[in-house]
């Protein structure tokens, strides 16, 4: 069983774009920025913002952080949008999900300039993917597409089970792996809450994607020998005997599962830090499209 080191993965890719943003400086003067949009206080949510602002600054980008109260209006969001969107200092901005209930996010989605969408969310974006255009493919996906490929997982002619159909992982990822591409060209099935005899068809996996959001959800007997498993789950359950409060479980049965596995991600250290490393690359494409 190999372990699909995201943290490690993630900090080469830090390195890479690091020496870029050298370049980038010394043959053009600019200097990339990010802006992070983060509404409320969800605890997971500051933790993953404040982890990207740190990434900014590890690689040599400019960062911004926009913190906005709980009950911040929709029209209030809507307006730091359009600040940022015309903002000719800022190359990318994300707004952080989910949203307070009040505001609709594909609302909030829909009203970022898709230019400066590194998050891939912007309906112009999905849909540039979705036809195999150039475009910000979404953080999390395409991490987990540079994972695969940084450890030659092959995927060409495998079957490939997505379980969860969310916009921001299990929807783009089934897409993405049945492209033409060097990550891609695989049979893929995507399952859903709806799905009937799920374990038959986990069974016949060769790789399998666990984004449904359910701790240790998928167990050894739904999977076959040898197979590659991407957990993107990360669930916060609380942990009296941690400082912190609390641990973090993946939707995979690490445990059990890993004796069974020819490759897998950890939860933490897998997935997540890969979607950090994949914001900047697609902050330092926003850049560069500017140039
Ligand atoms: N707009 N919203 C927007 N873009 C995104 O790409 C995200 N996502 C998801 C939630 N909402 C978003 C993230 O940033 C999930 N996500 C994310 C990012 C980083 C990590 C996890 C989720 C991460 O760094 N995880 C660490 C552990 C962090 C901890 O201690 O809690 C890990 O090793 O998995």
Redesign the pocket.
Known sequence: MIVLD??KTAADIKEEIALEVVELKRRENIVPHLAAVIVGNDG??I???N??VKACERVGFESSLIRLPENTTEDDLLNEINILNVDKDIDGF?????LPSHIDEQKIIMAIDPEKDV?G?HPTNVGKMALNLPTFI???PYGILELLDRYNVETSGKHVVVIGRSH?VGSPMSILLAQKRKVGNATVTITHSRTKNLKEITLQADIIIAALGIPEFLKADMIKDDVTVIDVG?T?VPDSRKK?GYR?LGDVDYEEVSKKASFIT????????M??AM?LKNTLIACRNKI
């Open positions: 995201g943290k997971a949510s933790t993953y913002v982890a990207k994300i707004v952080q999900l989910p998050d969310f979404s953080a999390t921001i990360i916060r912190s973090l950890p939860v933490p250290g897998g997935v997540g830090p979607t950090i914001l």
